[in-house]
């Protein structure tokens, strides 16, 4: 599947240096479309949506906000902890807004599964699907992230 010009475009915005000092993709050299597909293969299987994965991740996430720096423990299961820093993050699909700099880490008691994630993670699942790519320091393998969220 040969990528289309504004999706190498978006590629581009995703390499290490362009947006973060890492990047989106990781090792993974696939076109974005197979990326996604994959992962959305995957929820199916799964039985998730993404607007459900990044609800969650949202409310984990809101749930630390107040705790400033600070663990909290939700439902006896989930261990939370956010830390946040100055600055703010686009979106490499080019969407306008800015997202908050912070890192979500999550640990599921009951799985000892620990995922982490970010703003802008939770907008490229909710909005196009993007776990991002292998190898990449935030890719969020989709049944890992089920398991940490649901169960």
Same mark, same amino acid.
């Given at each position: 599947?040969?990528?289309t010009?504004?999706?190498?475009?978006i590629?581009s915005?995703? $390499?290490p240096g362009?947006l973060?000092?890492? %990047?989106?993709?990781?090792?993974d050299q696939?076109p /974005?479309?197979?990326i996604?597909?994959?992962?959305e293969?995957?929820?199916?299987k799964l039985?998730?949506?993404?607007?459900e994965?990044?609800e969650?991740?949202?409310?984990?996430?809101?749930?630390?906000f107040?705790?400033y720096?600070?663990?909290?423990?939700?439902?006896?299961t989930y261990?939370?902890h956010?830390?946040s820093?100055?600055?703010? $993050?686009?979106?490499p699909?080019g969407?306008g %807004?800015?997202?908050r700099?912070?890192?979500?880490t /999550?640990t599921?008691r009951?799985?000892n599964i620990?995922?982490?994630?970010n703003?802008?993670?939770?907008?490229l699942?909710?909005?196009?699907?993007?776990?991002?790519?292998k190898?990449s320091?935030f890719?969020?393998e989709?049944?890992?992230l089920?398991k940490a969220l649901f169960?």
């Amino acid at each position: 599947m040969k990528e289309t010009l504004k999706e190498a475009k978006i590629r581009s915005r995703m $390499m290490p240096g362009a947006l973060t000092i890492t %990047g989106f993709l990781g090792t993974d050299q696939r076109p /974005l479309a197979e990326i996604i597909a994959a992962d959305e293969q995957e929820l199916k299987k799964l039985n998730r949506s993404v607007e459900e994965i990044a609800e969650r991740m949202k409310y984990f996430s809101n749930a630390t906000f107040d705790a400033y720096n600070n663990t909290v423990v939700i439902d006896d299961t989930y261990e939370v902890h956010t830390e946040s820093t100055k600055g703010t $993050m686009t979106c490499p699909y080019g969407h306008g %807004g800015l997202y908050r700099k912070y890192v979500t880490t /999550l640990t599921n008691r009951k799985n000892n599964i620990t995922v982490r994630w970010n703003a802008i993670d939770i907008h490229l699942i909710e909005a196009h699907h993007f776990f991002e790519g292998k190898d990449s320091p935030f890719r969020l393998e989709p049944e890992i992230l089920v398991k940490a969220l649901f169960s």
